[in-house]
């Protein structure tokens, strides 16, 4: 393949991340699980948590054909590469739209959603909140990356200037008050279990749903 075919997208970003992001995640996910990813971007977290738990299904999405091209050519790459069995193919997925019918009564053992929230109108976090009451199984994780306001306050001076570029890109994005994404949540049946301080100000934000 050369450099000009390949649809491989790269974050310089990822790479400082998944790391530390794979490490809450092993804490909170059972060694088996399946898993749903929303707005995955390039692919590479899937890629790499995938390769790293053999015993994770990791389900990749988008809504960007871009995104999806460069999910698909990673999963390519590490088929050649004799990987990647429990990859699956990328599907693309909108949260605040109609899922796909063979999806219906779906369950997932965890929904992730790294640098989502921010980069969308509140609409997303609303959706996304409702959809994961509907398709976490029973005290099934939810998994939030990214940054976010504490007690109306922003954690870091970088975060405020983040934050005032995202809205100048688009007044309805931002970051978020951790507590109004609790409340989001909480209102779709998700309980907040746990909040880990990550690198460059970041949060993991961890729910679970409700059993019953």
């Given at each position: 393949?050369?450099?000009a075919d390949d649809k491989r997208l790269t974050s310089a970003?990822?790479?400082?991340n998944?790391?530390?992001?794979?490490?809450?995640?092993r804490e909170h996910l059972p060694p088996r699980a399946r898993v749903l990813e929303l707005a995955s971007g390039s692919g590479e977290h899937g890629v790499y948590f995938a390769r790293a738990m053999p015993g994770w299904q990791w389900q990749p999405?988008?809504?960007?054909?871009?995104?999806l091209a460069s999910i698909a050519a990673w999963r390519g790459y590490e088929s050649q590469e004799g990987r990647g069995a429990n990859l699956l193919a990328p599907v693309a997925l909108d949260v605040t739209a109609r899922w796909p019918e063979q999806w219906q009564?779906?369950?997932?053992d965890a929904v992730v959603a790294l640098n989502l929230i921010h980069i969308s109108p509140w609409n997303v976090t609303s959706a996304l909140m409702r959809r994961a009451g509907e398709h976490l199984t029973n005290s099934g994780v939810l998994f939030l990356y990214g940054p976010y306001r504490r007690g109306g306050r922003h954690t870091a001076a970088s975060n405020?200037?983040?934050d005032q570029n995202?809205?100048?890109?688009?007044?309805?994005w931002g970051v978020r008050d951790l507590e109004s994404v609790e409340a989001e949540a909480a209102a779709n049946g998700l309980v907040l279990a746990d909040v880990?301080?990550?690198?460059?100000?970041?949060?993991?934000v961890i729910f679970r749903r409700r059993a019953g």
């Open positions: 393949m050369s450099a970003s990822t790479a400082r998944r790391d530390p992001i794979l490490a809450v995640l999405s988008d809504t960007a054909d871009e995104a009564g779906t369950a997932f405020e200037a983040f995202l809205q100048a890109r688009n007044p309805a880990v301080e990550m690198p460059a100000n970041n949060l993991s």
